[in-house]
């Protein structure tokens, strides 16, 4: 007669390995996604440290361009994250990520990329614009938002261009935003390092401030508004406008993996602290470099100073509510972790 231990183990076994026990992963929504060509940030493959392994330091003898570049081409951490070299290896392995960690996406950047991670995983992108720098005409957003293809105005990267929030030029889209209850993430905060210097000539480091959008909040008052980046390192700034102005949230993106742990904590709790934790959304800011996703979520979950409900509540909660998910729509994310999970040979 078999013991009561082997019994027990052999229970245990037929629940961890039953197809009914597999366990949903918590869906995550990444606000700040990019879909890219794989030469789009130079050519592949580029090696990114995360944190970057220290910042530049140029003597302007010398042209700029090199130096960074030269960062990305032979990196010096000991585990560098490389971008792929083929197209359909950087969307496979993105839409991999994206089930593997069961990550809904706000994606922008190339049209024509954007569509090719939607085919291959339809259910997990939210259609962002297909041009970050210079945005497209009005009737051409106005198209792409009725059908389908566009659910948030961003990332808007007029800051690359030397051209604030609060410029005449933005205005009839602001107020297009508002007319179509849209999102709007702009992009307020760092860049390349030293990215005047390799043609981004009207970039300027004073519109990292997020208190330029006070004015269009004023204006438009329906508008909600994602300041990608967190206006870091402006931190006063930062919470001055989030405390004046209740319906304007803030991403993570890039800062989360590109910043040393400790300076990234510091701003992090610092928001935390002040009481903004319900409106801190996830970003990771991926571009040509998949594993970035993961990495940017293993900073949140691993914070020591974040409890297990402000971990969700940045990681998803907050995306929800500022997206204005339905209740369907979030059963419908938590569904999608199940058949990530799904046993071999189970249908997905």
Known sequence: MPSLRLILAACCLLVLFHPQSVQAQEPIIDMHMHALHVDDQGPPPLGMCTPL????????ATPYTPVLMGMFMHPTCADPLWSP???EDLVRQNAAAMEKLNVIGVVSGAD??????????????????????????????RAQHAAGNLAVLGEVSAQYLGIA????????????????DIPVALHIGPGPPGVIYMGATGYRARLHSPLQLEEVLVKHPKLRVDVMHAGFPMLDDTMALLYAHPQVYLDTGVIVYTQPRP????????????????RI?????????????????????????????????????NAARFLRLTPAQVEAYRKLGKQSHAPEGKAR
């Open 165 to 180: 929030a609060d410029d005449p030029k933005l205005e009839p889209y602001w107020a297009l935003a508002e007319e179509l």
């Open 85 to 87: 070299t083929r197209e």
């Open 263 to 278: 300076a990234f904590y510091r701003y992090l709790q610092a928001l935390v602290d002040a009481g903004f934790g319900k």
């Open 281 to 317: 959304l996830f970003g990771s800011d991926q571009m040509v470099w998949p594993g970035a996703i993961e990495r940017s979520v293993n900073v949140i979950n691993e914070a020591p100073f974040l409890s297990a409900g402000q971990k969700r509540d940045i990681l998803f909660n």
């Open 112 to 141: 024509d990329r954007i569509a090719a991670l939607r085919a291959l995983v339809p259910q997990r992108v939210i259609p962002g614009m297909g041009n970050n720098l210079m945005l497209p005409a009005m009737e051409v957003l």
């Open 53 to 60: 392994d220290g910042m530049p330091a140029w003597d302007p």
